[in-house]
């Protein structure tokens, strides 16, 4: 399965973006799809997850509550509705799709398929 990711750009602090993660090639079907942000001189962090199949939906303390991710089975994709935008969230955003359980679904080593990264960046 491909990954296209998109929707970044520039913001205000408060504002709001919506990510978009579409897969070709093949589907998301049996997969856990994630979200991971890496901003400069830093790591790869975990940010959502969500199971293609069922609801079960987890996000990072430091999103939770202003990230959602919902799921459009018709056309493949997967968003993540990002609200109260903060220069804290300045990133290059990625999804990811693995096929991972609850103990492996935030660590970024267990994702086989990666989009290209959108950037995200919040003004103050």
């Known amino acids: 399965v491909q990954l296209q990711a998109s929707g970044g750009g520039l913001v205000q602090a408060g504002g709001s973006l919506r990510l978009s993660c579409e897969a070709s090639q093949g589907s998301f079907s049996g997969y856990t799809v994630g979200w991971f942000r890496q901003a400069p001189g830093k790591e790869r962090e975990f940010v959502a997850y969500a199971r293609w199949t069922g609801g079960s939906t987890v996000y990072a303390d430091s999103v939770q509550g202003r990230f959602a991710i919902n799921k459009d089975r018709a056309k493949n994709t997967v968003y993540l509705q990002m609200n109260n935008l903060k220069p804290e969230d300045t990133a290059a955003y990625y999804c990811?799709?693995?096929?991972?359980?609850?103990?492996?679904?935030?660590?970024?080593?267990?994702?086989?398929?990666w989009g290209k990264g959108t950037q995200v960046t919040v003004s103050s």
């Open positions: 990811a799709a693995g096929r991972t359980i609850a103990t492996t679904s935030r660590n970024p080593q267990y994702y086989d398929h």
